[in-house]
């Protein structure tokens, strides 16, 4: 027992060191290799990325000037799919100590954020790692700790929620304004095969529309929530805590996808909840005492 809490102990304090050392808020850059058609019609990389330096890149902009931008890590185009989850590994075990993570995918629409979070049934995306991970340390641990994972998916569409794993619930938030959502499905998963089922579920009922600009353009918000219960086995303590994964829809500049009626009323609700999520991120990166989460 002794062994274990100092274990514990020295887990946290390492967690908490490398939190100061890289800051609680970190951003990363993936960039998208050309596809085949924008290949063939001669486009080419609107970036420069020098490996060398993997924390900054260069805007090439239409006149050939560049703007170099800094991040806490740059992923190049052939970086494959295991390369960009490694990055997220401490953030995503960090739950299973008791700690609140959240890690989300913005961009631009057609820059890859969905492939980044869900990928395909042959390259996983962060989803379903992020859960292969979860169940494989919890088995390791399973002498001192037992974990208990749910999975709740929901959509967030013209500023209205609503449940993605049970289409008939009307949710509503709490009044203190809070996270925990009142009446969202809570389905517990025992292995990675049910959370793909649930994932599967959840984008088929997600909304997803057409534009000029991505044929299978995202129009809404997904959360993925991730709640894990855990009893230590030793002492009897138990906790709680969330790991929200969140497929942003993309931003759009409205001239450019030639949105009308109902879709051009959507890309102003997705640019405005976007630019409402970056103020409340910059204000949490410079630790402000006031957050303007009601925005």
Same mark, same amino acid.
């Given at each position: 027992?002794?062994?274990?809490?100092?274990?514990?102990?020295?887990?946290?304090?390492?967690?908490?060191?490398?939190?100061?050392?890289?800051?609680?808020?970190?951003?990363? +850059?993936?960039?998208?290799?050309?596809?085949?058609?924008?290949?063939?019609?001669?486009?080419?990389?609107?970036?420069?990325?020098?490996?060398?330096?993997?924390?900054?890149?260069?805007?090439?902009?239409?006149?050939?000037?560049?703007?170099?931008?800094?991040?806490?890590?740059?992923?190049?185009?052939?970086?494959?799919?295991?390369?960009?989850?490694?990055?997220?590994?401490?953030?995503?075990?960090?739950?299973?100590?008791?700690?609140?993570? +959240?890690?989300?995918?913005?961009?631009? $629409?057609? $820059?890859?954020? $969905?492939?980044?979070?869900?990928?395909?049934?042959?390259?996983?995306?962060?989803?379903?790692?992020?859960?292969?991970?979860?169940?494989?340390? %919890?088995?390791?641990?399973?002498? $001192?700790?037992?974990?208990?994972?749910?999975?709740?998916?929901?959509?967030?569409?013209?500023?209205?929620?609503?449940?993605? @794993?049970?289409?008939?619930?009307?949710?509503?938030?709490?009044?203190?304004?809070?996270?925990?959502?009142?009446?969202?499905?809570?389905?517990?998963?025992?292995?990675?095969?049910?959370?793909?089922?649930? @994932?599967?579920?959840?984008?088929?009922?997600?909304?997803?529309?057409?534009?000029?600009?991505?044929?299978?353009? %995202?129009?809404?918000? +997904?959360? =993925?929530?991730?709640?894990?219960?855990?009893?230590?086995?030793?002492?009897?303590?138990?906790?709680?805590?969330? =790991?929200?994964?969140?497929? =942003?829809?993309? %931003?759009?500049?409205?001239?450019?996808?030639?949105?009308?009626?109902?879709?051009?009323?959507? %890309?102003?609700?997705?640019?405005?909840? @976007?630019?409402?999520?970056?103020?409340?991120?910059?204000?949490?990166?410079?630790?402000?005492?006031?957050?303007?989460?009601?925005?």
């Amino acid at each position: 027992m002794d062994k274990y809490n100092q274990e514990h102990i020295e887990r946290k304090l390492l967690y908490n060191e490398i939190m100061e050392m890289k800051g609680n808020v970190r951003v990363f +850059c993936r960039c998208r290799p050309l596809s085949s058609e924008e290949v063939s019609k001669g486009h080419t990389c609107s970036f420069h990325f020098d490996p060398s330096k993997n924390r900054k890149l260069q805007i090439i902009a239409s006149d050939a000037s560049r703007k170099q931008f800094k991040f806490d890590h740059v992923f190049p185009p052939q970086a494959n799919q295991e390369t960009v989850f490694a990055e997220t590994l401490l953030i995503v075990r960090s739950v299973l100590d008791g700690y609140n993570a +959240c890690i989300f995918a913005y961009g631009q $629409t057609g $820059t890859g954020k $969905t492939f980044t979070i869900e990928g395909t049934e042959e390259t996983r995306g962060v989803y379903y790692r992020t859960l292969e991970d979860l169940f494989k340390i %919890s088995t390791n641990r399973s002498s $001192t700790m037992q974990y208990q994972f749910y999975v709740s998916m929901l959509e967030v569409y013209n500023e209205n929620i609503r449940d993605l @794993l049970n289409s008939k619930l009307d949710i509503k938030q709490t009044s203190e304004g809070k996270q925990e959502i009142l009446g969202l499905t809570l389905a517990q998963a025992y292995n990675t095969d049910e959370v793909w089922e649930l @994932l599967e579920t959840g984008k088929r009922n997600r909304s997803v529309g057409s534009t000029s600009v991505n044929e299978l353009s %995202s129009r809404s918000h +997904c959360l =993925l929530r991730v709640t894990v219960m855990r009893e230590n086995l030793i002492n009897g303590t138990q906790t709680k805590s969330h =790991l929200w994964l969140v497929d =942003l829809a993309g %931003s759009k500049r409205i001239g450019k996808t030639e949105a009308k009626g109902e879709r051009l009323k959507e %890309s102003q609700f997705i640019n405005r909840s @976007l630019s409402a999520l970056g103020d409340v991120i910059a204000a949490f990166a410079s630790k402000n005492q006031h957050i303007p989460y009601q925005n």
